[in-house]
Antibody, heavy 118, light 109 residues
Framework: QLQLQESGPGLVKPSETLSLTCTVS??????????WDWIRQPPGKGLEWIGN???????FYNPSLKSRVTISVDTSKNQFSLKLSSVTAADTAVYYC??????????WGQGAPVTVSS | QSALTQPASVSGSPGQAITISCTGT?????????VSWYQQHPGKAPKLMIY???NRPSGVSNRFSGSKSGNTASLTISGLQAEDEADYYC?????????FGTGTKVTVL
């Protein structure tokens, strides 16, 4: 059974870079059938799509975050990663890594809470 | 891109049917049959309930069904049960991006 697990610092200072990694187990990140996405949810608010990557390295980003986001993949470790630069309090959220099949998110990690605060 | 519009809350009694709407534009909901729905219990990750407007993943109860008309998609829960109390989000594909709905809290009375 596929499992996704987010990892990374739970506290990031304003203006610094948020970095999270998603480790995929029970399946290969190199499968041609899937994309790997990041989605976030601020406290008490709705979901926001951040961006995605394919195993080949092709990435797409939410236009509203594009200037600050980088998503990368390491197929040798079966991992993909998120970097969000110049963070502010508005970036405080639970960050989910997901597997996407076509246009729907069929598997989710448990979520990683990240707080931006000095 | 603006969030898709959902009612903030919907409630119903056990056994009843409720419907949650998800309104977008011709650039998202109305332009593609790529609407999916997610259930989220407090403190948990979202769970896929419906994909491509009306398809149900294996393991999801047939009490959940989806449809679309024009720029509005809908999720219907029939035979409402206590375990259905949760937040529900729609999402739609739109030009290499994905936009989520504002979310609906379902309360079982």
């Amino acid at each position: 059974q596929l499992q996704l697990q987010e990892s990374g610092p739970g506290l990031v200072k304003p203006s610094e870079t948020l970095s999270l990694t998603c480790t995929v187990s029970g399946g290969s990140i190199s499968s041609s059938n899937y994309y790997w996405d990041w989605i976030r949810q601020p406290p008490g608010k709705g979901l926001e799509w951040i961006g995605n990557i394919y195993y080949s390295g092709n990435a797409f980003y939410n236009p509203s975050l594009k200037s600050r986001v980088t998503i990368s993949v390491d197929t040798s470790k079966n991992q993909f990663s998120l970097k969000l630069s110049s963070v502010t309090a508005a970036d405080t959220a639970v960050y989910y890594c997901t597997r996407r099949r076509g246009t729907y998110f069929d598997s989710w990690g448990q979520g990683a809470p990240v707080t931006v605060s000095s | 891109q603006s969030a898709l519009t959902q009612p903030a809350s919907v409630s119903g009694s056990p056994g009843q049917a409720i419907t949650i709407s998800c309104t977008g534009t011709t650039s998202d909901v109305g332009g593609y049959n790529y609407v999916s729905w997610y259930q989220q219990h407090p403190g948990k990750a979202p769970k896929l309930m419906i994909y491509e407007v009306s398809n149900r993943p294996s393991g999801v109860s047939n009490r959940f069904s989806g449809s679309k008309s024009g720029n509005t998609a809908s999720l219907t829960i029939s035979g409402l049960q206590a375990e259905d109390e949760a937040d529900y989000y729609c999402t739609s594909y739109t030009s290499s991006n994905y936009v989520f709905g504002t979310g609906t809290k379902v309360t079982v009375l």
